[in-house]
């Protein structure tokens, strides 16, 4: 019983590690799942631009989705979508 207990923690261990340097095959587990998320392809559909500490707890993430903006607050009691930017708005540095 606890040779099986062992041999379970270990491969759990050992998947979590895996999954940290990005997997058994090129590109990784980790970084599949990850493509998938950002659309597959070179360009990111999702991308956090810009990240603001206000405070120990709070952060303001400037978030690109499909081409728009979005500001986000997160870190308080509940996190808060500020709004949506226009376009082109944040482009340049």
Known sequence: MAFAALAVVL???WL???L???GVARGGLARGVQARLL???GDARLAVART???DPR???HLVRCEGR????LTGGAQDIVV???PPGAGDAP
């Open 11 to 13: 491969g759990l261990i």
């Open 39 to 41: 659309g597959g392809t």
């Open 20 to 22: 940290a340097r990005g």
């Open 83 to 85: 709004g949506w930017l």
């Open 69 to 72: 903006q979005v500001l986000l």
């Open 58 to 60: 709070r952060r303001l």
């Open 16 to 18: 979590a590690q895996l």
């Open 52 to 54: 603001l500490a206000l």
